[in-house]
């Protein structure tokens, strides 16, 4: 079992940058994928971004160019780096750990970009 805790969401306005954290309970293996997928009122969990231990990144279509996905593999941390935010990007992000034998999320943190 996994344990993820996130941090990092807030308040910002359009145009503006945010910088999410989540932090592992255990050592993330390099089996283990990383990443963040959020999801806003009404509507289905999106991906957002995922990372492997080797650096290899996916992006969803919607963020891709404006967020940036990173992993501190000895802090057992991912985080997400999110510039040039829009209104659209408004909801709850979350964190995600996964291999081909488990899947464990994080609570969730709550972005809002609003003028």
């Known amino acids: 079992q996994v344990q993820l805790v996130e941090s990092g969401g807030g308040l910002v306005q359009p145009g503006g940058s945010l910088r999410l954290s989540c932090a592992a309970s255990?050592?993330?293996?390099?089996?283990?994928?990383m990443g963040w997928y959020r999801q806003a009122p009404g509507k289905q969990r999106e991906l957002v971004a995922t990372t492997t231990s080797g650096g290899s990144t996916n992006y969803g279509d919607s963020v891709k160019g404006r967020f940036t996905i990173s992993r501190d593999n000895a802090k057992n941390t991912v985080y997400l780096q999110m510039n040039s935010l829009k209104p659209e990007d408004t909801a709850d992000y979350y964190c995600?750990?996964?291999?081909?034998?488990?899947?464990?999320w994080g609570q969730g943190t709550q972005v809002t970009v609003s003028s």
């Open positions: 995600n750990v996964h291999s081909s034998n488990y899947n464990y």
């Open positions: 255990r050592t993330i293996f390099s089996i283990d994928v």
